[in-house]
């Protein structure tokens, strides 16, 4: 199957500063990518849907200035979490959409540990 | 809205026998739902999907039920391994939707017993 990178794969940062995440589809073009948070022991939260040379769309309570994505080309986008706090803290999950035929596929990255102290 | 819930947090099961795990989703307008696996620290694994057309279908080991009368799906494995000790998720979406966004169960955590 199609595979999907995340980079890095574990960050600690200090309050106050930011932290760039990539999302990287290896073998295939992704118009869209999704990122998703997930606390421990909790499901994954959509956050915001990534599309190739547009705005970012964000889900209702995510705020667009501090979670700043960025979808440059169709196999790259990145996450910037602005003035991180320890309340940022989480895994953080991308997923690239790939068309095949009339449908389309959804590939999962293996997510970023982030860590705010 | 959408939402997507399971029935049990944590369901324990002995090596060799079936697991069933349960789902219920609220939105009619999800047409297809997906069930991912999801390993400490790794991103979701796709294991099976299924569409509104359907429901049943098959993989390998696996089974997923889709009752759309009362808006219910299921994931079976049969012969559980401990390699399929996980966290397993249900997600919904809507395939006529360009968006491609997909909800989230809030998990199932499944422990394989020796």
């Known amino acids: 199957g199609a595979v999907v990178s995340q980079h890095p794969s574990r960050v600690i940062c200090k309050s106050g500063t930011s932290v760039k995440i990539e999302c990287r589809s290896l073998?295939?073009?992704?118009?869209?990518m999704f990122w998703y948070r997930q606390f421990p022991k909790q499901s994954l939260m959509l956050m915001a849907t990534?599309?190739?040379?547009?705005?970012?769309?964000?889900e209702q309570g995510v705020e667009k200035d501090k979670f700043l994505i960025n979808h440059a080309s169709l196999t790259l986008s990145t996450l910037t979490v602005t003035s991180a706090h320890p309340e940022d803290s989480s895994f953080y999950i991308c997923?690239?959409?790939?068309?095949?035929?009339?449908?389309?596929?959804?590939?999962f990255g293996p997510g970023t540990r982030l860590t705010v102290t | 809205g959408e939402s997507v819930g399971l029935h049990l947090p944590t369901l324990s099961v002995q090596e060799g026998d079936n697991s069933i795990i349960n789902c219920a989703y609220s939105?009619?307008?999800?047409?297809?739902f997906i069930w991912y696996k999801q390993e400490s620290g790794k991103g979701p694994q796709f294991i099976i999907d299924?569409?509104?057309?359907?429901d049943k279908r098959q993989g390998q080991r696996v089974t997923v039920l889709l009752n759309k009368t009362v808006k219910h799906l299921s994931l079976q494995i049969a012969a559980t391994q401990p390699g399929d000790s996980a966290v397993y998720f249900c997600?919904?979406?809507?395939?006529?939707?360009?968006?491609?966004?997909?909800?989230f169960g809030q998990g199932t955590t499944l422990q394989v017993k020796p």
């Open positions: 997600a919904g979406g809507r395939g006529s939707s360009n968006t491609g966004k997909l909800i």
């Open positions: 939105n009619s307008a999800s047409d297809y």
């Open positions: 299924i569409r509104s057309n359907m």
């Open positions: 997923s690239a959409r790939e068309r095949q035929g009339a449908s389309y596929e959804q590939y």
């Open positions: 990534s599309n190739e040379g547009s705005k970012a769309t964000y």
């Open positions: 073998d295939f073009q992704a118009t869209t």
